[in-house]
């Protein structure tokens, strides 16, 4: 009884979702401390916001690889998946710069897409560096 207890909480996704959820706060602290040092304005939750909408691209190229990963997989497919994650991601910081760049004073605009740049990086590496079906 124990044994299959354990087995269904390893398929409903908590940690994973825990994992991201973390991520995207602190990222948006981040984000959002960055830009007031810099001399910017914007708040805390207006990051959240940007980034959590700046974060469609990532999902899509998520649901396509998750769709990649159904083959059998081999070098041509890793090279596909890592393809839609690099569009992912540049779409995703792209996006975000966009929106996000308008708080900046012109001079700092490069500095402030440093953390948005490692944000996205980061959540495109959990995406291509899950591998198990």
């Avoid at 909480?9 to 990222?27: M, R, T």
């Avoid at 981040?30 to 830009?35: D, G, K, L, Q, W």
């Avoid at 070098?75 to 995703?92: D, K, N, P, Q």
Wanted: one cysteine or more; aromatic letters at 14%.
């Amino acid at each position: 009884m124990v044994q299959g207890t354990q087995d269904a909480d390893k398929q409903d996704g908590g940690p994973e979702f825990a994992q991201v959820f973390v991520i995207v706060w602190l990222g948006a602290a981040v984000v959002t401390m960055n830009t007031k040092l810099l001399g910017g304005t914007i708040s805390f939750f207006q990051s959240v916001c940007v980034l959590g909408y700046c974060l469609l691209p990532s999902c899509l190229s998520l649901i396509l690889c998750r769709l990649i990963l159904i083959a059998h997989q081999n070098r041509i497919l890793f090279l596909l998946r890592f393809i839609v994650t690099c569009i992912g991601f540049a779409w995703a910081t792209f996006a975000a710069m966009v929106f996000l760049g308008d708080s900046q004073p012109s001079s700092r605009k490069t500095l402030a897409v440093y953390p948005i740049f490692l944000f996205y990086f980061i959540i495109s590496w959990l995406i291509i560096s899950h591998s198990n079906v």
